[in-house]
């Protein structure tokens, strides 16, 4: 188990980019594959991104690709999601996840989460 704690979420105009950061704790972070989940209000979780144990694959969910990023850094224990040309429709609280499985899509199963950081789009 790994305790996950993001960071960077914040209100930003339509167009605009923010990085969210998601920092674990242990030493098996290399271990865990990582994703990038979001809840808007009324709505279900739903799987954003995903990015293996050393970060060489990548999936997204349709709506993002081409706009968001996500990545790694074993050495120090944080996977990142750099989103670019955000939408009011990205509104919602972000979370992290890591599971020893690397899965992806609607399907994704992941085990550990965070706490959650809003991101708020405005038009």
């Known amino acids: 188990q790994v305790q996950l704690v993001e960071s960077g979420g914040g209100l930003v105009q339509a167009g605009g980019s923010l990085r969210l950061s998601c920092a674990s704790s242990?030493?098996?972070?290399?271990?865990?594959?990582m994703a990038w989940f979001r809840q808007a209000p009324g709505k279900e979780r739903e799987f954003v991104a995903a990015?293996?144990?050393?970060?060489?694959?990548?999936y997204y969910t349709d709506s993002v690709k081409g706009r968001f990023t996500i990545s790694r850094d074993n050495a120090k224990n944080t996977v990142f999601l750099q989103m670019n040309s955000l939408k009011p429709e990205d509104t919602a609280v972000y979370f992290c996840?890591?599971?020893?499985?690397?899965?992806w899509g609607p399907g994704a199963r992941y085990t550990d989460w965070g706490q959650g950081t809003q991101v708020t789009v405005s038009s």
């Open positions: 242990g030493r098996t972070f290399r271990s865990y594959a």
């Open positions: 996840a890591a599971d020893l499985r690397f899965t």
């Open positions: 990015i293996n144990w050393g970060g060489e694959i990548r």
